[in-house]
């Protein structure tokens, strides 16, 4: 029975924050925000105006910004790296079209690079500004500015942030600009555009602003994102007993279509304190659990809910009836094709669902769910697919649990306070005691490469209710640390990264055992994208490899563990009381790499390529996927991985027994 509880106070809306941040600078003047969200996303837009020559302080729930506006924007020097965020690169590439004698080249992560940069290219080009592409489409992009003439375009797609872009630009150059849109996108950018003084005026399909206007920077309060708040309306709607309150929620009609499609499947959801705050309505929702129907969604209101739809297909999984999106094609390029991934995940969980090519259909049932998450880095699946798994009965693990930080830092830990489970994360740290203990168990875990051990190794801790060690993050500690130093990297020695390592210690959270730097968990930069381009440089050198094997092994001297990776059961852990040695033929395990990086079916010719790769690397690894003669050696060829994952259970729980 899951009971939910208390007050949930879900951080700030993540397209007002970046608005504020954006806006405030081209604005020009002194403007205090409070309650900006600290998110992943936020930080790009921060960084990226940093780059092009405003003074953003670090985020804080209380800053002020100050700028010399529109004269301030400068050609950066390097690339602006727009991280996952697709609101910084268009809302930015909009204004630094309208600068003459600005000229900046936007980049960002796998991700965004594959997102559809066309769209504001077009009507910004038509506007004067000049585009170039590396690729046909998507990033890296490069914006040379120009003085713009006005523009009345019409829109394909009901997108704020391709009218924001617009609007934007017009303002950089002082000229007026209409946008039609299919249907009204959010339009937060027209509401604080407005109250820095922009002439804006609302359409019956759009918006325009007029030209000439003198923009002055104004306070921004941040209310709380309510594509945020909407996971937390779905838990209280799926549990069984309980009720939550969620404070200061924006309630801006372009952004409520969630909240109403929840009503209607049965969501009881009461608003109180509803009142005006900086231009945005507010109020405090109040939610509590219902028996929950399947619903149709469409039109409008695809545009008023389109963060919200993954989480409404997971809320459908448990609805009695069919649930049908359509219309709703855009949801294909968001931070991944959210039509195929949400389908695929609910289904790898063993939901009833079909993909359409403009949406999808659910079929809800009662039955438990289980099974792993592939998320593509999108956090909004992690987050909708974690409320489905913090219903008891249900088994869901999530491949990358700290994507959420692109929109909701501290998601998981107030998913647990809400549900009453432990807090996911505890800094503390952990004592090193030397010496492992004989009676601890330590499952170790071992394969050749692409033989799913590590995710099947963090599926069996859950079970277990032991911690998986994090063994790749302790790699990453060292390089950031290595990055902190200012030596350039490939200036790197083993001997000068390790004379850092005292500062990294062992830190528990609920589910796995993680490095900290100086006593902290520094999860963004550990994740970063400088970390990332480093890292495996730095786990190549023998020295620091074997820094990181004692670390783990600390771990299992601390705690009761499952570790994977090389070397786990001979060099690691030779006294583990369980080893496991997975394999899987070649074909099996090029299907299964590929599935991952591609998030979709391999063709028969793209699995012999990977094959073949596999083969070569597997000759050049031979030494080191050889597995302990005491290891027992799982074949996974074909097994699914829940039920490798209830083998390893079943022999790690015979162990405890004896
Ligand atoms: C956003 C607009 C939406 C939304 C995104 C944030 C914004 O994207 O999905 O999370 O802040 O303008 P589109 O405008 O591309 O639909």
Not at 192 to 214: F, I, K, Q
Request: with cysteine; net charge negative; charged share 25%.
């Amino acid at each position: 029975m899951l009971r939910v509880s208390g007050v949930v106070r879900v951080p700030g809306d993540k397209s007002i924050s970046h608005r504020a941040l954006l806006i405030t600078a081209i604005a020009g003047g002194e403007a205090r925000v409070r309650g900006i969200l600290p998110s992943a996303d936020v930080h790009a837009t921060a960084r990226v105006l940093r780059a092009l020559g405003i003074p953003v302080p670090s985020l804080s729930d209380d800053l002020v910004l100050r700028s010399d506006g529109l004269t301030a924007l400068r050609t950066p020097s390097e690339p602006l790296d727009c991280g996952n965020s697709g609101t910084t690169t268009r809302l930015m590439a909009g204004v630094v079209a309208g600068r003459a004698g600005v000229t900046a080249t936007f980049a960002g992560d796998a991700s965004l690079s594959r997102r559809p940069m066309q769209r504001i290219a077009r009507p910004l080009t038509q506007m004067g500004a000049t585009f170039a592409f590396e690729r046909g489409d998507g990033l890296p992009m490069q914006v040379t500015g120009a003085a713009l003439q006005g523009i009345d375009w019409r829109s394909e797609h009901a997108s704020a942030q391709v009218k924001s872009a617009i609007l934007l630009a017009a303002v950089s150059s002082g000229v007026e600009a209409k946008v039609h849109e299919p249907t009204r996108s959010r339009d937060h950018t027209e509401r604080m555009l407005s109250a820095c003084g922009a002439t804006v005026e609302v359409l019956p399909d759009g918006a325009r602003v007029r030209a000439g206007a003198t923009l002055r920077a104004v306070d921004v309060q941040v209310p709380a994102d309510p594509s945020s708040a909407a996971f937390f309306v779905a838990l209280a709607a799926l549990a069984h007993g309980g009720e939550l309150v969620l404070p200061d929620v924006c309630l801006n009609p372009t952004r409520t279509g969630g909240f109403d499609i929840l009503q209607r499947m049965g969501v009881s959801l009461r608003v109180d304190d509803e009142r005006v705050v900086g231009g945005e309505t507010i109020g405090t929702l109040v939610v509590s659990p219902a028996s929950l129907v399947a619903t149709q969604v469409r039109g409008d209101e695809v545009a008023r809910a389109i963060d919200e739809l993954p989480l409404v297909a997971c809320v459908a999984a448990r609805a009695h009836g069919e649930t049908r999106i359509t219309e709703a094609s855009e949801l294909r390029v968001k931070e991944s094709d959210r039509i195929a991934a949400v389908v695929a995940n609910l289904r790898a969980i063993g939901v009833d669902a079909e993909e359409l090519p403009d949406g999808l259909v659910v079929r809800g049932s009662d039955r438990p769910l289980a099974g792993r998450v592939i998320t593509h880095g999108d956090h909004r699946l992690a987050m909708a697919f974690g409320v489905l798994g913090a219903v008891p009965g249900n088994a869901i693990t999530i491949d990358d649990p700290d994507c959420v930080d692109v929109s909701f830092p501290g998601f998981w830990e107030t998913l647990a306070r809400a549900t009453g489970a432990a807090p996911s994360v505890a800094t503390e740290p952990v004592a090193s005691s030397p010496g492992a203990s004989g009676r601890r168990l330590v499952v170790a875990i071992d394969g050749p490469a692409a033989s799913g051990k590590s995710s099947t190794a963090q599926w069996v801790a859950k079970r277990l209710g032991i911690r998986h060690v994090d063994s790749g993050a302790f790699y990453r500690a060292l390089t950031a640390l290595g990055l902190r130093s200012g030596v350039e990297p490939e200036a790197w020695t083993a001997e000068h990264l390790l004379a850092a390592a005292g500062r990294v210690t062992l830190g528990l959270t609920e589910r796995s055992v993680v490095p900290l730097v100086d006593g902290e968990r520094h999860e963004e930069e550990l994740r970063g994208a400088a970390v990332t381009a480093q890292v495996s440089r730095v786990a190549a050198l023998p020295s620091v490899r074997a820094w990181v094997n004692e670390r783990v092994r600390e771990a299992g001297a601390s705690t009761e563990v499952v570790v994977d990776g090389r070397d786990i059961g001979t060099a690691v852990f030779p006294d583990a009381p369980l080893k496991i040695f997975m394999v899987a033929d070649q074909w099996e395990r090029a299907r299964r790499r590929l599935v991952q990086r591609l998030g979709r079916k391999p063709t028969d010719g793209e699995i012999a390529v990977e094959t073949e790769e596999l083969v070569a690397r597997d000759a050049r690894d031979a030494t080191q996927s050889r597995p302990d003669p005491a290891a027992i050696t799982i074949d996974t060829t074909s097994l699914t991985q829940e039920e490798q994952v209830e083998r390893i259970v079943a022999l790690a729980e015979a162990v405890r027994a004896r």
